[in-house]
T-cell receptor, first 114, second 117 residues
């Protein structure tokens, strides 16, 4: 039973490019959460999604960031026109239902903007 | 105000000794839960231990125990018999609200633990 799969593990983008981060939840999990970890900081909640629905995006920056979790396929966190300040580790977690039972983190994607 | 405060940016401990990592929290919600995660240099987040606000006893998981002092709003992690593989960042986190509906964790800034041979 594979865990939460995030890819790529490392992503380098030039300023102004787009970054797409993918998260495949654990088997049987239909709830996905994205967190961002800036250097020397703890993780900060960004968005909570269920299949085809954004439930809570209160932690998402208002511009350039979007997330989706389609009926088929992984959840995608998309960052348009990246800037140096977007350099961070982005973690995805999944759970079988709403709430923290079975909440499991992926290994993260480290985005570097050059 | 910070919801989770970890006052020790870095800690050193001798191999085989015990170490306590501090965590204080701030919430007005009577129902909450406290988590500790380990983040080794490889970067993944590894769940260690959980304490619910209504739990009567301190949580324990192998060499990890949680010193939960509710009145002081502290939830310190105790690692006994430290091993070299314990060297990592350690994060304290909290969820607020009824467990059935809570889904968001608030993290502290972490403590970097270094185990000395």
């Amino acid at each position: 039973n594979a865990g939460v799969m995030q890819n790529p593990r490392h992503l380098v983008r030039r300023r102004g490019q787009e970054a797409r981060l993918r998260c495949s939840p654990m088997k049987g999990h239909s709830h996905v959460y994205w967190y961002r970890q800036l250097p020397e900081e703890g993780l900060k909640f960004m968005v909570y999604l269920q299949k085809e629905n954004i439930i809570d995006e209160s932690g998402m920056p208002k511009e350039r960031f979007s997330a989706e979790f389609p009926k088929e396929g992984p959840s995608i966190l998309r960052i348009q026109q990246v800037v140096r300040g977007d350099s961070a580790a982005y973690f995805c977690a999944s759970s079988p239902g709403r709430g923290l039972d079975g909440y499991t983190f992926g290994s993260g994607t480290r985005l570097t903007v050059v | 105000a910070q919801k989770i405060t970890q006052t020790q940016p870095g800690m050193f401990v001798q191999e085989k000794e015990a170490v306590t990592l501090d965590c204080t929290y701030d919430t007005s919600d009577p129902s909450y839960g406290l988590f500790w995660y380990k983040q080794p240099s490889s970067g993944e987040m590894i769940f260690l231990i959980y304490q619910g606000s209504y739990d009567q006893q301190n949580a324990t998981e192998g060499r990890y125990s949680l010193n939960f002092q509710k009145a002081r709003k502290s939830a310190n992690l105790v690692i006994s018999a430290s091993q070299l593989g314990d060297s990592a960042m350690y994060f304290c986190a909290m969820r607020e609200g009824r467990r059935a509906g809570s889904y968001q964790l608030t993290f502290g800034k972490g403590t970097k633990l270094s185990v000395i041979p």
